[in-house]
Every structure is written in C-alpha cells, then in structure tokens.
C-alpha cells in the first residue's frame, strides 16, 4: 500500500488533457496502493490543490489554455505547495523541453511511452522525500514551540548566546551572526533553494584505519578536519555533516551567494590543497592517504532533521546524491564535477571530459568532469 507521511494512503494528482492517458496512468498508479484524482487541464489542476492535499503530481506538458510549465511554475510561486513533487510525463522528449521542465520546477522528467517500472520507483523516490519533508516541518515547529518556552525562561541576551553557539555548528560566524541580527531567514524551518554540494572523502582511510593503531587514527583525523575546517570557515560554507574521513558542505544557503559553482570549485581546490600538504605528511609515516572530492548544483530541501535533544541541519535532495557518487568515482587528488557545475564554470577551469558514468543509485549515465584547477594557474598534483 503507497502511504504518505502521516501513514494514509499517498495522494496523486494526474493531469492529462487526453482522457486514455490520464485513465493509463491511474489505473498504474492505483493498481499499487496509491489514491488518484484526474483532472484535464492546468486550471483543474490548480483547483484540486485548493480543495485537497496531495503528495504528488503527473503533469502532462501539451495542454490547452495553460501548459504544463505554466502549471509547474504557480505550484512553485505558492508556499504552500513549493516542496510538492512534480512529474512531467509528456510525449515530448527535447533535451530542451527537459531543461525547460526543470527550469520550471519540475523534480523529474519522463517521456511517453512510459516505462511502468521506472515511473514507479521515480514516484516512491519522491514520495520517500515528500516523507523526509513533512517529517522535518513537524519537527521545526517543534523546534519553533522549544525557542518560545525557552525565551520565557531566560533572559534575551543569554538566548542569543546559546542560539548563536548552536549555528556556529553549522554556519559560518559571519553567517549565523547575520542570522541573529534578522538578515538571514530561519535556518531550522524547512525550505527548498538552490545549493551547490561540495562532498570530500580520504581514498585510503579503510585500509589506514584497520592497521594502526586508534590513537593515531584520531589524531590524523583531527588534523584533517581542521584543515578542512578552516577552509569552509573561509569560503562561509554550511557544514552538513562529518562521517569519519567523509565531510559534506553546501553554498548558498542561508545567504546567497555570487557564482555560487565558481566560489565551490575555489573551495574544493583549496581543500585538495591543503589535503596535499597534509598527504606528504602522513606518507613521511608510511600512511597512504589522497582526498577525493564530487560537485554538483540543484535544488534541495535544507532545515532542521533529528530529535529532541539532537538536531542536525541538513540537505535532502538528488544534489547531495550526485555529488557524493562524483566523490566516490574519484580517485586521490581528484575534483569530479557533475555537467550543470561544469557549464557554469567552463571558462574558468581547465577540465577533462569523463564522459558518462554509471553512477550508483541513478538509472541513467552521468556526464561529469575531472577539474585540474583554474585555468592559467598550475594544479598541484596529489
């Protein structure tokens, strides 16, 4: 049975001006547990999310009147609806039409004739996200009802000092000041924006971690993360997470950023940098250590996840995904940037074309790109 956040049965809006594909695709779409409404046109469709939830939308592109991207875009525009994941299925298959869709806020992208078995396993990935999203609003306002208790309990300025000690786990001091001072939106409510994913690994870590001994594991663990650090510090990163050797970080979110693919390839090379410095350290003591590092650009749903009394900030969304896949293709010393990173840094760096890659968890080859530094400065060499 498809069930959605609060364990109900998932709601899916079809929308097909033509009666024998809409009927298709619901009678799909029911015959695995999920409840369905059709309606024909982008107007209906706008209709039947004013009268009811949904958990997730099939949008055919060619209609009358109001078209698919028309349609996607009002869903985006309204706050209610803006984390609601969209399907387009469409006849059309344009690589054009595909980025218009994206552009419009589209999550995924099929053609006709549909292939059953990937729009299903399309649909759970989207629901399992919708999941994760939902749970996340419950627990920011949770989060939201625990602030308020507490600013009853304790003066303003000792709030302020312990609100300002929890994001600086996060955030950059310059960034969660500004989030202090109001410039910035609350970081712990869930919200979608566009982010640019820098995912870092050591290549060598395993094998180093099995044959020494704990002490010396920590203490090269330690002088890692610092290195790593302060770097993300520099560029005013958010630190997504730390899992051992692994370390994830994203640009533009609290606060925008100019170029945001061009300020992440800065950041990932001075990592790789300072990763180098470090590697001709630990090599002096027999330890073969080299970083590897994935970039990618798109849309996520970033706030608070987690429990009372442990909350983490995080990113949910096929971005953090790729870049981590990037990372895990590439071998010590090596930057992997995903095809959107790489056209908006094209001009900038010097690059090599990996061509398409077999990713793990994606059902289609991957372009990406091996960066070798800025061009006109010499990459050092891990």
């Not at 303003?156 to 000041?177: D, I, M, W």
């Amino acid at each position: 049975m498809g069930e959605h956040a609060d364990g109900q049965q998932a709601r899916i809006l079809v929308v097909d001006d033509t009666p024998a594909n809409a009927k298709l695709l619901a009678d799909l779409i029911e015959h695995h547990g999920y409840a369905t409404r059709s309606v024909a046109s982008g107007p209906e469709a706008i209709a039947a999310l004013e009268d009811a939830a949904y958990d997730l939308i099939l949008l055919d592109i060619v209609m009358p009147g109001m078209d698919g991207y028309e349609v996607c875009r009002r869903i985006r525009q309204d706050p209610r609806w803006v984390a609601l994941p969209v399907v387009i299925v469409t006849a059309l298959d344009a690589r054009e039409e595909r980025i218009k869709g994206l552009d419009a806020g589209a999550d995924e992208f099929l053609s006709k004739p549909i292939n059953q078995s990937e729009l299903l396993a399309r649909v759970r990935s989207l629901l399992r996200i919708k999941k994760m999203h939902d749970a996340m609003q419950r627990q920011a306002a949770e989060l939201s009802d625990w602030a308020a208790t507490l600013e009853q309990r304790v003066t303003q300025g000792v709030a302020e000092v312990e609100r300002l000690s929890r994001l600086k786990r996060f955030f950059s001091p310059k960034v969660a000041e500004l989030i202090l001072s109001g410039g910035a939106g609350d970081p712990l409510q869930s919200h979608r924006r566009e982010i640019v994913v820098v995912y870092l690994d050591l290549r060598g870590f395993t094998a180093f971690a099995e044959s020494w001994e704990p002490e010396e594991v920590m203490r090269a663990l330690a002088a890692y993360h610092a290195a790593m650090g302060s770097i993300v510090m520099e560029y005013e990163a958010t630190l997504e997470r730390f899992t051992g050797d692994a370390m994830m970080v994203f640009l533009g979110d609290l606060v925008a950023v100019d170029q945001p693919a061009e300020k992440a390839v800065a950041l990932a090379l001075a990592m790789r940098d300072a990763a180098i410095e470090l590697s001709a350290n630990w090599s002096k003591r027999g330890v073969a250590l080299g970083l590897a590092i994935g970039i990618d650009q798109g849309f996520a749903t970033v706030g608070a996840i987690g429990f009372e009394g442990r909350i983490d900030y995080a990113a949910i969304g096929t971005v953090t995904n790729l870049a981590c896949r990037l990372c895990q293709h590439g071998r010590a010393g090596e930057i992997v940037l995903s095809q959107r990173v790489f056209s908006d840094v094209e001009a900038l760096v010097e690059a090599e074309d990996l061509g398409e890659l077999r990713l793990h968890g994606f059902a289609r080859p991957t372009r990406a790109y091996r960066c070798l530094g800025f061009a006109g400065r010499k990459a050092k060499v891990g």
